[in-house]
């Protein structure tokens, strides 16, 4: 079962996931993960359980819901006057997010849920920040960096560390893979 | 909850692990994930549903349970006669395995639960498996690679594909990653 990525703003719907995605929200801060039901969630959300077994299909399609939401960026990356700095300042700052309990917690629920719109949906918004870097290194006649190598070369191997080998990459470690890529020359 | 890793062969705990562990895998075969239940594995099995949540906690940590067992080698990656062809075979194999249906199940299996212990055994299997390629190099008089560059530069962005991109790698993928590392040269 989808939902509607956006469903219409002020409509029921929209109120519906506002106050679902809050009682989530609020619960995963107040208890363990294992006691978090869909009754629970319903309670808090004053809700019908059946409202989001509905909408939802069952609670781990609802978290992974709540973690892609709050895996959006809500502001592209500092501005720290060029490409490399930009670029070093928000991969620290993306794998302190993701090496903490919450980052961890929320690429597990994304990672958990079968089909691909979820986890794609992060690479979609790593590339978007990516992106976002590279259009400002333009407006400063900058060349901007392939996305491709930036996830292959410093992103993937940070992951891998975070997801396989329960490891909390430490800001020396993104600028030991960071140094590994070739900032394009300007031209 | 955790369980033993190793309950002593023969006895009862072997026993139900052995059958429920089967159940699990026949019925993956047979019916849609969303279908799996904890009582249906049971039934299976010829166990009570409550000697599985005793055991294993919860059907995440079973299926992660069964997929960890799926994932551990069961003999030493094929021997090609070198360190670069042994390396280049296990590897192709290796994201093979992982882009299909049921490689990418297991890996959702281990990756949706909490805790590091499932996604850590994932890590441990694929170091001793470039530990077994770089025993025989020793053998061979080759001079062994980096289990950790293997890691890096070949197998943590392939994972990225397949888990964040639903890319499923070909062959001349996962050689265009290989042919970055640097083979050690000879003594």
């Known amino acids: 079962m989808t939902m509607p990525s956006t469903p219409r703003p002020g409509g029921r719907s929209a109120r519906i996931q506002a106050a679902v995605h809050q009682a ?10 294992a006691e978090l039901t869909v009754p629970a969630i319903a309670n808090r959300a004053d809700v019908t359980p059946s409202t989001i077994y509905r909408r939802w299909g069952d609670l781990a399609q609802l978290l992974a819901d709540v973690a ?16 490399q700095g930009d670029l070093r300042a928000w991969l620290i700052e993306y794998f302190e997010e993701m090496s903490s309990a919450p980052g961890r917690a929320m690429l597990r629920d994304v990672l958990g849920t079968p089909g691909h719109a979820n986890a794609g949906k992060c690479d979609g918004f790593l590339r978007q920040q990516i992106e976002a870097i590279n259009e400002r290194a333009l407006a400063r006649q900058e060349v901007p960096i392939d996305p491709e190598k930036v996830i292959q070369i410093v992103v993937a191997p940070l992951l891998y560390r975070i997801l396989f080998a329960n490891d909390t990459p430490t800001t020396q470690a993104v600028e030991a893979l960071f140094e590994r890529l070739t900032m394009p020359t300007k031209t």
Do not use: F, H, Y
């Not at 989530?24 to 363990?32: I, P, T, W």
């Open 24 to 33: 989530v929200r609020e619960l995963q801060k107040e208890q363990e993960r």
């Open 68 to 83: 892609i939401e709050q895996l959006q960026p809500d502001q592209p990356p500092a501005d720290t006057g060029s490409l």
